[in-house]
């Protein structure tokens, strides 16, 4: 399959079109091969935008004239299998698709008898939805895939068992649950409804409307061996060593690891020999050497307890992970050219990272690993890698095994019985018979002198490190900490020794009369550093008291620490897959959240099967999401297109052969009457094409408006990126969208507008158009006739807000302006958000203001010439405090008020810092170019200033304040800079 595009006419070139070898008819056409049952083959010119159907009836003309007619059935006895775009054989029983929709793999197109296995069809289905055919994962021929799989597949039937019970209410509230307004109080929410919430049901090609009520509140391991090898020859005894050999010495480490606390490591350093013929640039892309080295590793010894069957001691945590690396040795690193008997240096290389690879001490199944095993390594690494391991990387094997430096492992055969965990059961016998036991019975008598000291350090930061004394003391008071500080868990859970099987037993049975924790208070738990099986069941417990609109907010981040689960079946996917089978709002960002990654190799097979136990749990819902599928496709080819033509054509001919191709049959129907990826409530009926646009960015994103004809709204705009990762935007947002939260809650509505913003795929995703909206730029450019002057016009934006706004409707404007500032001024100083110009500060006409674009996040301001261009903590310009004086200059009562204003939103959120913290934490794995590591959130903590007193932490804000009151006129400098830019561009 490929794409082209005809010269003739100018704009046509634009056009999606499908065809072989960029080969198509001027009159639209494209020669498809067709297989008949009889064995033979005909070759026709078929209308690409025709329907299979036309195209079957074409083709049964044409049979007549072929040998074995007589030998065929009725037309209607069969139907077209072709191999779609993800290689899977599909049958196109939907026979109102139109050929340039399906897009085959190959033009060819085979007739066959009507299927009566309903379960091949939906697997086509669902491999075509989430972008990878299932046949991958029967492929892979894995154990525990197949038993997940399986497990779900019983799982999913079983909830689609349920739905058949269902009223036709309760199935409309499951099917298209009703959006709740946040921002509403309870007791308001009661005074206006009832306690009630009024749903208003429309019927297309009706004008019947009934409305009904609903309550808002529905709702020990011995490695003998360890190679790696590639595919370069390998000479394995010094005398059979070439003239064209190299020898080279790497070094290695293995580290046994339980989330961040290291067990047991070892380093080894070991010769190869690789072939002298391949090509130079080996020595700059050491990670494709092809290397060999054998080395004894440390051994735990396995012992089996005669009153406890079954039991290694000692006995290694569950979820105990190897972690194995390869790099050069910078001792330094040598190249040795082998001339006959000699050996000379011919080259020095410093330090550099081969590969790595992790694989877990037990199984799936609780097994101790024994046997061969082929891991196939990673050659990727974080930009800060501690001591050259990576702990938090997959446990997942790479899949591209063509490329991959692969180590064999050896495991002890253990020829008596096969060593197993032991089972929960187990583990709690064993913490009552310590419990028991008069040397261990040691209760807290005495601790209550400590609990001062206890508080201190339970009160610290989740980034605060814990020194041995203070571990020390927090497990000797763990019943104190249970009674008295249950929020303790996370840094009790940091204390325990977890190679001590008698700590762990006790912490186990401690966990079961755990007092259940604030779900937000939960979310720490999920943590890289909390890796015990039970320890995130009890987290997992925790979030089920989230309702389905908290469980939205955080929902990218439990995405995301789907990547710390070793083993595909645990409580969180469950959890995931349960509330979202549950409601469709939430299924339908859990589906995008799972397909905009699962190209990523060590994620796809994890996050492919959980979006296959949603599609086998959710088919009503397969259609809605195929729809959309199809549009985001339809416009990722025509941003590509449009981003080949933009050298040829200038802009004015560029945006008519956009409305041109948006005209087609194939676009119209396909970007029509669907629901908004970024929001199910909302209905993209009609492509408004004479408003669409592309931006003047690089990447070309699409301008896209829709009439918008349900209950008569608004119209409603959405952009398409295609190359920009929007994962940062989302985040941002996201926490955005929290602070609007916590500051709600509290009593304060800053008015703040965090639009909606979702990645889709590779680097692409929508945005929310925020209507009736300028930018800051644009506002000042409009209100000057010189483009250097137009920043510092301190009347333009009052102006403007005049324009559109008088009498009490202007106080109202001022007033939302004056909240909002006051809202995005303390967002953008705590988050660290840089790169703030005036063509990402957006007004409504309104008042409202409002962000866009967060490309640099957490203090990465831009610098230039290794000049900081920001030297504000945060924008308050001049004209803003000229528009929340109300253009009077001594209205010191307004500007007192929105001072007041930025003071209160900052210590509430600073109240709140342990959770923006622990939601960072957890996107760690993401690989946002600006989130790396834990030191990159450090930011936040001095920002928030956590760690000092509420006053000390009120006067840094107001030093933070008064500064960016004094350098407001260096920001105006940037600006204006920026203005002459776009306007010199314009």
């Given at each position: 399959m490929c794409f082209g595009f005809i010269m003739p006419p100018a704009m046509a070139d634009i056009l999606d079109i499908w065809a072989v070898d960029s080969q198509i008819a001027s009159d639209g056409t494209i020669p498809v091969d067709f297989l008949l049952p009889t064995g033979i083959y005909i070759q026709l010119e078929v209308p690409r935008e025709a329907t299979i159907s036309y195209?079957?009836?074409?083709?049964?003309?044409?049979?007549?004239?072929?040998?074995?007619?007589?030998?065929?059935?009725?037309?209607?006895?069969?139907?077209?299998?072709?191999?779609?775009?993800?290689?899977?054989?599909?049958?196109?029983?939907?026979?109102?698709?139109?050929?340039?929709?399906?897009?085959?793999?190959?033009?060819?197109?085979?007739?066959?008898?009507?299927?009566?296995?309903?379960?091949?069809?939906?697997?086509?289905?669902?491999?075509?939805?989430?972008?990878?055919?299932?046949?991958?994962?029967?492929?892979?021929?894995?154990?525990?895939?197949?038993?997940?799989?399986?497990?779900?597949?019983?799982?999913s039937e079983e909830k689609i068992l349920s739905l058949v019970g269902l009223s036709w209410m309760d199935w409309l509230k499951q099917t298209y649950p009703p959006e709740h307004e946040p921002s509403i109080p309870e007791n308001l929410e009661d005074k206006l409804y009832g306690g009630k919430l009024i749903v208003a049901v429309h019927f297309e090609n009706s004008q019947d409307v009934f409305s009904f009520q609903v309550s808002p509140n529905m709702n020990p391991i011995k490695v003998n061996e360890l190679a790696i090898q590639k595919r370069l020859t390998i000479h394995g005894k010094e005398d059979e060593i070439s003239p064209y050999d190299y020898v080279l010495q790497v070094s290695g480490r293995v580290e046994y690891v339980f989330g961040d606390h290291p067990l047991i490591q070892f380093q080894y350093i070991r010769n190869c020999v690789v072939n002298r013929t391949l090509p130079?640039?080996?020595?700059?892309?050491?990670?494709?050497?092809?290397?060999?080295?054998?080395?004894?590793?440390?051994?735990?010894?396995?012992?089996?307890?005669?009153?406890?069957?079954?039991?290694?001691?000692?006995?290694?945590?569950?979820?105990?992970?190897?972690i194995y690396h390869v790099w050069e040795n910078n001792n330094p690193f040598q190249i040795i050219l082998v001339k006959g008997n000699k050996l000379n240096t011919e080259e020095t290389v410093k330090h550099y990272p081969v590969a790595w690879v992790n694989t877990m001490v037990f199984d799936f199944k609780g097994q101790l690993r024994t046997g061969d095993i082929i891991l196939h390594s990673w050659s990727s690494f974080p930009d800060e890698l501690e001591e050259m391991l990576n702990p938090m990387g997959t446990v997942q094997t790479n899949p591209y095994t063509e490329n991959a430096t692969a180590l064999h492992i050896k495991f002890p055969e253990n020829k008596k019985q096969p060593y197993y965990y032991p089972p929960f059961d187990k583990i709690i016998e064993k913490a009552a018979e310590i419990a028991s036991s008069d040397s261990a019975n040691v209760s807290s008598r005495g601790g209550k002198k400590f609990l001062p000291v206890l508080k201190e350090i339970l009160d610290r930061d989740p980034l605060s490190q814990l020194c041995e004394n203070e571990m020390d003391l927090i497990w000797t008071l763990r019943q104190d900490c249970r009674e008295n500080f249950p929020q303790s868990l996370p840094k009790l859970l940091l204390s325990i020794k977890w190679n001590k099987l008698e700590d762990v037993a006790q912490l186990q049975a401690l966990l079961?009369?755990?007092?259940?924790?604030?779900?937000?208070?939960?979310?720490?738990?999920?943590?890289?550093?909390?890796?015990?099986?039970?320890?995130?069941?009890?987290?997992?417990?925790?979030?089920?008291?989230?309702?389905?609109?908290?469980?939205?907010?955080?929902?990218?981040?439990?995405?995301?620490?789907?990547?710390?689960?070793?083993?595909?079946?645990?409580?969180?996917?469950?959890?995931?897959?349960?509330?979202?089978?549950?409601?469709?709002?939430?299924?339908?960002?859990?589906?995008?959240?799972?397909?905009?990654?699962?190209?990523?190799?060590?994620?796809?097979?994890?996050?492919?099967?959980?979006?296959?136990?949603?599609c086998r749990g959710s088919v009503g819902h397969m259609k809605v999401l195929s729809k959309q599928v199809e549009a985001l496709n339809k416009l990722k080819t025509l941003n590509s297109l449009?981003?080949?033509?933009?050298?040829?054509?200038?802009?004015?001919?560029?945006?008519?052969?956009?409305?041109?191709?948006?005209?087609?049959?194939?676009?119209?129907?396909?970007?029509?009457?669907?629901?908004?990826?970024?929001?199910?409530?909302?209905?993209?009926?009609?492509?408004?094409?004479?408003?669409?646009?592309?931006?003047?960015?690089?990447?070309?994103?699409?301008?896209?408006?829709?009439?918008?004809?349900?209950?008569?709204?608004?119209s409603v705009g959405v952009i398409f990126k295609n190359g920009d990762d929007l994962r940062q935007d989302m985040l941002t947002l996201q926490m955005l969208r929290l602070m609007d939260l916590l500051w709600k809650e509290a009593g304060l509505d800053l008015r703040m507008l965090p639009y909606g913003c979702l990645a889709t795929g590779d680097r692409s995703g929508l945005i929310e158009v925020v209507s009736t909206s300028e930018t800051i730029a644009d506002i000042q450019l409009n209100s000057s006739n010189v483009a250097a002057a137009a920043a510092f016009n301190k009347d333009a934006l009052l102006n403007w807000l005049k324009e559109y706004n008088s009498g009490d409707d202007l106080d109202r404007a001022i007033e939302e302006f004056t909240l909002s500032c006051a809202g995005y001024c303390v967002a953008s100083y705590v988050l660290g958000i840089g790169d703030r110009h005036s063509d990402n500060i957006m007004v409504k006409k309104t008042g409202q203001l409002f962000h866009i674009d967060f490309g640099h996040i957490l203090g990465n301001f831009k610098s230039k010439f290794g000049i900081k261009r920001e030297r504000v903590p945060f924008i308050l310009t001049y004209d803003f405090i000229h528009v929340i004086q109300q253009g009077k200059t001594g209205n010191t009562e307004k500007f007192g008020r929105f001072r007041q204003c930025c003071e209160d939103a900052y210590l509430i959120l600073r109240r709140h810092g342990n959770l923006f913290i622990t939601l960072f934490a957890l996107m760690l794995t993401a690989g946002l170019p600006e989130l790396t590591s834990v030191k990159d959130i450090q930011y936040l903590k001095d920002s928030l200033a956590l760690g000092k007193s509420e006053e000390e932490a009120l006067k840094q804000f107001k030093q933070k304040f008064d500064e960016a009151l004094r350098e407001s006129w260096t920001t105006k400098v940037n600006w204006m800079a920026h203005t002459v830019r776009k306007d010199y561009r314009s």
């Open positions: 195209i079957k009836q074409m083709l049964w003309k044409q049979v007549h004239n072929y040998p074995m007619f007589n030998l065929l059935m009725e037309i209607d006895s069969y139907m077209f299998a072709c191999v779609n775009q993800t290689a899977v054989y599909e049958e196109l029983e939907d026979e109102t698709r139109r050929l340039c929709d399906v897009r085959p793999f190959l033009p060819v197109l085979k007739l066959v008898t009507r299927s009566c296995d309903p379960g091949e069809k939906l697997d086509s289905k669902i491999g075509v939805l989430i972008g990878k055919g299932l046949h991958e994962f029967d492929g892979l021929k894995d154990p525990e895939v197949n038993e997940f799989r399986r497990k779900m597949r019983k799982f130079h640039f080996i020595l700059v892309e050491c990670c494709k050497i092809k290397k060999m080295y054998e080395q004894e590793m440390i051994a735990i010894e396995a012992a089996i307890n005669r009153n406890s069957s079954n039991l290694p001691l000692p006995l290694p945590p569950k979820k105990t992970r190897i079961q009369i755990w007092p259940k924790l604030p779900p937000r208070e939960a979310l720490e738990l999920l943590d890289f550093n909390y890796p015990d099986q039970y320890v995130r069941e009890y987290a997992v417990g925790c979030l089920r008291q989230m309702s389905d609109e908290e469980l939205s907010q955080y929902l990218l981040q439990l995405v995301q620490v789907l990547k710390y689960e070793p083993f595909l079946d645990c409580a969180l996917s469950r959890f995931l897959l349960e509330r979202a089978l549950a409601n469709r709002r939430i299924g339908q960002f859990l589906f995008w959240h799972l397909r905009s990654e699962v190209h990523i190799p060590a994620v796809s097979v994890q996050f492919g099967v959980i979006l296959e136990a949603y449009i981003k080949l033509n933009a050298v040829k054509l200038n802009r004015a001919k560029g945006k008519e052969a956009m409305h041109t191709c948006l005209k087609q049959s194939a676009y119209r129907e396909a970007l029509s009457d669907l629901q908004s990826p970024l929001n199910p409530c909302v209905i993209l009926s009609e492509l408004y094409v004479e408003k669409c646009k592309y931006m003047d960015s690089k990447m070309k994103p699409l301008w896209l408006v829709y009439n918008n004809k349900v209950f008569g709204e608004d």
